[in-house]
Each structure stands twice: as structure tokens, then as C-alpha cells.
């Protein structure tokens, strides 16, 4: 047994996508032209796999904030706030995402991935348990893993399943940190929030909701499916990502709980790795400010969402979820889903392939992510694309 | 019958469905080697172990069970806790 052995598997599998000729995780995009068109393989390509659900990666407004702090700032930190202190940009965004989900303060992580990594390993520990939806990203799973609770998923979206856990736990119950996402990352399907709720308001136990696709997508001023449901105040921890709605890189939490200003000194993610650059909290504050003054990007989005799902739903396709900003269409079978990806790159649109284990039930799945940037001609693009490969 | 035993007899059940080599089931059969029980088949089998004893099962055990018999033994530690 070599140190390269447990990737035997790995190779495998990699020398069977390279005798299809088909590898889709190392896309090279040679050239962004915008939020929604690229070149790649040489050919104009629209892209419809990006997250970037309001289209803000260039906003003439973020762009210009992200150029004044790398002039002004630098272009980097270099270092961890702990350690080399904080610049006042990354305290000011904490405070306005507080403010923007009607909570008490916020911390801002380097990533979407250690935001979730961060809290948990940090809230989470050997003695408590984390009750978490089984669909739940991996790094909420990371994030478990690293803090050693007691990690037990609870069957995907189903409430009466959650019940039945907390009921087992006993006394245990009050303590017990629940995990849900707004919206799913592979389906585009949205978590019965209102019924998590009522179980956690009859077992108790702390609720932690992960708004990282519906943040920006859901809710009159954009907060997520927390707000949509006016259930803003019955989240403790509601975690976010700066890399999907904002366009940058970066992660937070809000949380009424005084305690979360502790979770700094305790979270080994947000200690040992350096804060964002000024550049890209610059841009985020920026983005932030678009997305609370501009419903109309949601609405776009929301329009552009229905008109893509029921473009492929009237071609007879299976679709994951009613229509969101994540429509993903089943495919029956690895290599028939490996294939499918392939012609639509060809014939110009690019979306997102997932195969199992990283998928629900163990489907494929051609998944298409809509921006409100994508204009309703680029929709009906990627609909005509579709069509052709179902008639082919 | 011991509880061990009693755990045993309901894996074979749970199993009988995802067994689709016919294998002859004992203590010492690889869930991945011999029933090739991919993770989402592994689920399934979980979730049918946890609603027959009414239990809930961490997901960190699983790094540690590679044949039936581990996989009873888990569960025992977790039923007569």
C-alpha cells in the first residue's frame, strides 16, 4: 500500500471519462466576455452553471469599489484578523449584513466553505449533537467532522423525520443544533422551513439555516427563505456565501446570540487563515447595497428561472424541483448524463454536470443555474439547445 | 436469542432487498467488498436498522464498519446505551 494507493479509484474512474473523451471538472474557460457568455473550445458559449444569480461580477458600481481598495489598501491582508488585526472594511460589512438580516452581529469568514466549517467545528463539539438534512452540503459534513459531535442526518426535507430524531434524544433534544439550507444546491429544491420550525419550537434545540443560494434569490428584500416565510426571527445562526448573488468570495454568519462574537476565539477556520482581500470585501459591501436596492434583479431572475423551467418541462424533460434559480434535469445514467453535457457544450451552453455519490437518490444530473443577467433570447438559447438533444 | 443476535437477524432482513448477488449473508460479508453497498444503498440500510429499533445512527460510526458484524456491534453499543 503506497501513500497514492487510495486514489486508485480516482484513476479509474479518470481514465474512463479520458476514453469517452469527456472530462467536465476541468473545463477551461478561455475568455469571460460577461455574466452569462464565455468562450470556450474556441466557441461563444453561454453560461448557464455560474451561481451568479443577480449577475453582479461585473457591476460597473462593485467593480469601481473593488479598484478604489486594492488602490488604497493593498492587495491583500496578509494575515488573520486575530493575528495582524482587522481592517475597518471587513468590521463594516459585518455590521451591515447584521443589519441586513434584522440580527444582532455577524462574522465575516475567507470562504463560503469555512463559514459553514468555521461555525460548526466551533459550535459543535464531542458532547453535543448535530441533527443535520441528509441532502445537506459537505461543508456542513466538514464542519461536523472537524468540531467531533454527534453527527446524525435526518431523512432530506422531511420534518416528521426530524421529529422523530429529536424525540429520541431526549433531554438531550434542547441542546441539539439543527442544519437545513434555504434552497439545495443539487435539485433547487427549497427546505420546509415552516415545519422544521414548529418541530423545533416543540423539541427546542438551536436552528442553523444555510442561505448560501437563496440569499439574494428569495424574500422581499432579498434576505432568503427565512424572510420569505417571516421566520427571520426563529433562525439562531443563518449562514451566507459572498461567491453566488454577491459575485465575490467570502463567507459569513449572523446571529443574535452575544455568544457569536466568541466563535472567533474559538473557531480554528477563522483563526489560522488569512481575511479576505480589501479588494473583494469592497466589492461585497458594494453588491450588498445593489441587492437591497434593486427588487428588480430578483424579479428578472425569478421570470428568467420560470421561463427556463417550463421551456424544458414542455419538452418533456424530468426536472429536480418546482422552478428556482437551480434547475437541474434528470438524466438516466452516468455516461447517457456524461454524453448529454458533452453536446450541449458544443452547441454552445455550458452547465453544471453532477453524478453520484455527490447527488440525491444516487441520479445525474445536468444542472443549469439562471441568472438575472441572462436576457430571455440567451433563455430560449438554452431551451433550443435542450430541444435539439431530445429530438436527436 | 441475544441482542447481538437479534441485530443480526434484522440486518439480514434489511439487507435481503440489496442483496442482488444472492450472497449468503454472515457476520464476516463486506458490505462494499462482497454486496458492493454503495453509500446511498448503505443509507437505505440505515434508515430501516434505525426505524426498526428506534434508534438514531451517527454518521462518524461508518468509518468503522466494514462487515455485518461491525455494523452489529455498533448498533448493540448504541441500543444498550
Redesign the interface.
Known sequence: MGLFSKFDGLASSRLELDALGINPFDVKIDKIISPTEGIIEGRHTILAGTNNYLGLTFHPDSIAAARTALEHEGTGTTGSRMANGSYSGHRLLELELAAFHNKRDAIVFSTGYQANLGMLSALAGPDDVVLLD?DCHASI?DG??MGGA????F?HNNAEDLAK?LR??GDRATNTLIVVEGIYSMLGDRAPLKEIVDVKREYGGYLMVDEAHSMGVLGERGCGLLEELGLLADADFIVGTFSKSLGGAGGYCVSDHPELNLIRYASRPYIFTASPAPAMIASTRQSLRTLEKSPHLRQRLHDNAVQLHTGLSNLGYTLGAPPSPVVAVVVEGKVEALQFWQKLLHLGVYVNLML??ATP??VSLIRCSVSAAHTPTQIDAVIAAFAKLRHA | MTEYDRILADLYKGLTPLNKGNIALTENTELLGDLDL???KT?ELL?FVEDSF???????ILPDVKTIGDLALQIEKIVSA
Not at chain 1, 454527534?150 to 442526518?153: L, P, Y
Not at chain 2, 428506534?54 to 462518524?60: N, T
Open positions: 441528509a459534513y461536523c467532522r454527534e453527527t446524525i442526518r431523512r430524531r429520541r434524544l453520484p455519490p437518490n444516487g | 454503495d453509500s446511498l443509507m434508515l428506534d434508534i438514531s445512527i451517527p454518521v462518524s
